[in-house]
Nanobody, 116 residues
């Protein structure tokens, strides 16, 4: 069955770094555009970053540009989100998302907390 399993979340101090990973299975990963979303308590889910199926194109929300980097390894069926210079406002549950044609899948999320 289709699975998107996020990992790498945790507690980090402001200014620190984390690397999230999303391992995909059950579908043809290389065909799918991949995105990272996040949702903080009481707020709507927002798009953080996206990468095309080949990795040639990327997108970043203004709030994370220059601090976050999305990448993918189609040989390993994994997408990553490198997060640097983390701020308290980056605290949220981070979700992995896959999309291709009419198909879309979500991961279960991983918690990121930025606090001193």
């Amino acid at each position: 069955q289709v699975q998107l399993v996020e990992s790498g979340g945790g507690l980090v101090q402001p200014g620190g770094s984390l690397r999230l990973a999303c391992a995909a299975s059950g579908f043809t990963f290389r065909n799918y555009a991949m995105r990272w979303y996040r949702q903080a308590p009481g707020k709507e889910r927002e798009l953080v970053a996206g990468v095309s199926s080949t990795g040639a194109s990327t997108y970043y929300a203004d709030s994370v540009k220059g601090r976050f980097t999305i990448s993918r390894d189609n040989a390993e069926n994994t997408v990553y989100l490198q997060m640097n210079s983390l701020k308290p406002e980056d605290s949220a549950v981070y979700y992995c998302y896959a999309a291709y044609s009419r198909y879309e899948y979500w991961g279960q999320g991983t918690q990121v907390t930025v606090s001193s």
